[in-house]
């Protein structure tokens, strides 16, 4: 049975339910998570992070060659691990998501490690996918899912926790589910119709279709289709273009977008202005500033 972490457990709780304030992991949640790691490390997750001129900028990169990054137990705890370590580093200021395999990001359940689970298992790994799914969706940093070939099923439900989906024009895209008689469990059914409309995800959900990047672009389903293979440039394209950014002022900007959708006007005018009141004392937005009137490059320090 794969659970949850109970940092994960934590961040995420805290993330979806509070509406007004991010979690700020401790030093010692953070040694906490680094045990974690070094107690359960996974062989199919790898993460790589930028420095330089780049540094924040960090790559999840999924590597199941053998099962086209199946999501199996161990590739979900590999997942989940990075997700929580990333959450406690000030540094981080956007993530990929990217695969090493070629053709494919992500080509949903590990069906072969399904057949073997019995009822409540089955029931406790779907629960375990969606609540990291919901972790990756609620950090407070810009995610970006970089899809080159398949994104099917769980890897699909992973792609739509991302803030951004960039594809190569040979991905192709699908929730089958209902193919094996089972719904699309893992945020699928509640993510897909607020994104591009409940009506053409009803159909793509209830037919299982696949549909061709170019398609995915018109229906809104994601931001980039671009030449196959170029799927990563671009991504770390607009990576860096976040990256250059206030940080504080970035994430503020997702946390006010994220919670503000779910709110009435007023109270959505409310929550903006407690995001700006975040930025208003710190050192970036006076750097900003003097940046600008000196017309040179600012230089943001996440302060």
């Given at each position: 049975m794969v659970v949850f972490g109970s940092i994960g457990r934590r961040f995420c709780n805290q993330a979806i339910n509070d509406s007004t304030t991010f979690l700020l992991p401790s030093r010692l949640q953070f040694q906490s998570i680094r045990t974690l790691i070094l107690q359960s490390a996974s062989e199919s997750v790898k993460i790589h992070r930028h420095s330089d001129a780049d540094s924040g900028i960090i790559e999840i990169i999924m590597d199941r060659p053998e099962a086209k990054n199946a999501l199996g137990r161990d590739l979900l705890r590999g997942l989940q691990n990075s997700f929580e370590a990333i959450s406690a580093e000030s540094a981080a200021n956007v993530l990929m998501i990217c695969s090493s395999v070629s053709r494919v990001f992500c080509a949903g359940a590990d069906l072969k490690e399904r057949r073997t689970m019995n009822t409540s298992e089955a029931r406790a790994f779907v629960n375990s996918l969606r609540s990291t799914f919901s972790f990756l969706e609620a950090l407070q940093i810009p995610t970006i899912a970089v899809i080159e070939g398949a994104a099917l099923g769980g890897g699909?439900?992973?792609?739509?926790?991302?803030?951004?989906?960039?594809?190569?024009?040979?991905?192709?895209?699908?929730?089958?589910?209902?193919?094996?008689?089972?719904?699309?469990?893992?945020?699928?059914?509640?993510?897909l119709p607020r994104l591009i409309g409940k009506s053409i995800a009803k159909e793509l959900?209830?037919?299982?279709r696949k549909i061709s990047a170019r398609d995915a672009l018109s229906i809104g389903l994601?931001?980039?289709?671009?030449?196959?293979?170029?799927?990563?440039?671009?991504a770390l394209e607009i990576a860096r273009e976040i990256n250059q950014k206030g940080p504080v002022a970035i994430r503020m900007a997702k946390r006010a977008i994220n919670q503000g959708l779910d709110l009435d006007m007023a109270s959505a005018l409310a929550l903006e202005e407690d995001c700006y009141e975040h930025i208003l004392n710190t050192t970036d937005r006076l750097e900003g500033l003097?940046?600008?009137?000196e017309k040179r490059k600012p230089l943001y320090k996440g302060e």
């Amino acid at each position: 049975m794969v659970v949850f972490g109970s940092i994960g457990r934590r961040f995420c709780n805290q993330a979806i339910n509070d509406s007004t304030t991010f979690l700020l992991p401790s030093r010692l949640q953070f040694q906490s998570i680094r045990t974690l790691i070094l107690q359960s490390a996974s062989e199919s997750v790898k993460i790589h992070r930028h420095s330089d001129a780049d540094s924040g900028i960090i790559e999840i990169i999924m590597d199941r060659p053998e099962a086209k990054n199946a999501l199996g137990r161990d590739l979900l705890r590999g997942l989940q691990n990075s997700f929580e370590a990333i959450s406690a580093e000030s540094a981080a200021n956007v993530l990929m998501i990217c695969s090493s395999v070629s053709r494919v990001f992500c080509a949903g359940a590990d069906l072969k490690e399904r057949r073997t689970m019995n009822t409540s298992e089955a029931r406790a790994f779907v629960n375990s996918l969606r609540s990291t799914f919901s972790f990756l969706e609620a950090l407070q940093i810009p995610t970006i899912a970089v899809i080159e070939g398949a994104a099917l099923g769980g890897g699909l439900e992973m792609a739509l926790s991302c803030d951004l989906r960039i594809c190569g024009e040979d991905a192709k895209l699908a929730l089958p589910e209902t193919g094996l008689a089972v719904i699309p469990a893992a945020g699928g059914s509640q993510r897909l119709p607020r994104l591009i409309g409940k009506s053409i995800a009803k159909e793509l959900i209830y037919t299982g279709r696949k549909i061709s990047a170019r398609d995915a672009l018109s229906i809104g389903l994601i931001n980039h289709c671009v030449s196959a293979g170029e799927a990563y440039s671009k991504a770390l394209e607009i990576a860096r273009e976040i990256n250059q950014k206030g940080p504080v002022a970035i994430r503020m900007a997702k946390r006010a977008i994220n919670q503000g959708l779910d709110l009435d006007m007023a109270s959505a005018l409310a929550l903006e202005e407690d995001c700006y009141e975040h930025i208003l004392n710190t050192t970036d937005r006076l750097e900003g500033l003097a940046a600008f009137a000196e017309k040179r490059k600012p230089l943001y320090k996440g302060e």
